[in-house]
């Protein structure tokens, strides 16, 4: 039963990747901005909500805490870093480099405070229960998986069922049209950044009551987000969906043939064959020359 064990690991393990991955993918779809401290929002989200568990505050007021954290460093990094580059003329470089740097400051930061050994939030959801004979399964990665479907459900009836998601939508496609909506481009973006950033507060909380916590979890999760946004195709939602859940899948299946340490680069394999037989990802549409 070890591969059932591994399946539903890698169910949980991807429904946590398919929020961050349609998080990034919904901001630099609408946007256009290779948002790299996508990773800081997640550590700094998991480190609020621990800290606020920590002080016995309650799991509602930590999600809470955690929500208004990772929301607020997306605004910010929204208006105060990204809006003055564009609105000098800055290359799309610039801006990388520019998250790239706060990225790396946040997570020091965080490491100064809190130290960068792992530390993790325990709570009653955490423990496993037997449900077959030789598999352990904790109520979180049903939870973790219900997460991505709800969350998914919502993202997309706002974007296609509301002025504001079709404006989001829009924004993608030809910002300058937006304005003779009268609709303020500057202000869809920031819009994005707080949707984006709020998507992946379940995926840090749970990370923090399961596989547990430390400063550099950033750079992981901003690889997978990455590579899920690649593989799923730019631009589609429920491609980084689909291929959060493969990514997830994919690593914890390949403990059956490898050891742990390559359970990475199973991601970054599954990543270079799409780059060299399908460019566009699974949902992408093919650029035409």
């Known amino acids: 039963m070890l591969w059932l064990q591994l399946a539903i690991t890698g169910l949980q393990v991807g429904a946590l990747y398919a929020l961050t991955a349609v998080g990034f993918s919904l901001i630099f779809g609408c946007t256009r901005i290779f948002h790299f401290a996508h990773g800081a929002t997640f550590v700094l989200a998991a480190y609020v909500f621990y800290y606020v568990e920590s002080q016995g505050y309650g799991t509602a007021a930590g999600v809470l805490a955690a929500s208004v954290a990772a929301v607020g460093f997306g605004v910010l990094m929204d208006r105060l870093v990204y809006a003055p580059i564009q609105r000098h003329e800055g290359s799309f470089f610039t801006v990388f480099v520019a998250s790239f740097g706060i990225g790396i400051a946040v997570q020091n930061l965080v490491g100064m405070v809190f130290g960068r050994s792992f530390v993790t ?9 037997e449900v077959l004979d030789g598999v352990y399964v ?17 993202l997309w009836f706002f974007l296609r069922r509301t002025n504001l998601g079709t404006g989001l939508r829009a924004l993608a496609d030809n910002p300058e049209l937006i304005r003779v909506f009268g609709l303020s481009p500057r202000l869809l973006s920031t819009y994005a950044f707080a949707l984006g950033s709020f998507l992946v507060v379940p995926a840090a909380v749970i990370t923090g009551a399961t596989a547990g916590l430390n400063p550099a979890l950033g750079h992981h999760v901003m ?8 593989v799923g195709g730019i631009g589609s939602i429920g491609g980084a969906l689909v291929a959060g859940f493969g990514l997830g899948l994919a690593e914890s299946l390949a403990l059956l043939q490898f050891d742990s340490q390559w359970t990475e680069a199973v991601t ?7 780059i060299l037989l ?9 650029a035409t020359s």
């Open 278 to 286: 399908r460019p566009s990802g699974l949902f992408g549409r093919a």
């Open 138 to 154: 904790s109520p979180l990665a049903w939870i973790a998986v219900a997460c991505a479907g709800v969350f998914f459900l919502g």
């Open 121 to 129: 939030v325990t709570t009653p959801l955490s423990r496993s229960v």
């Open 268 to 274: 970054f394999a599954i990543l270079f064959l799409f």
């Open 223 to 230: 690889l997978i987000s990455l590579a899920a946004t690649i």
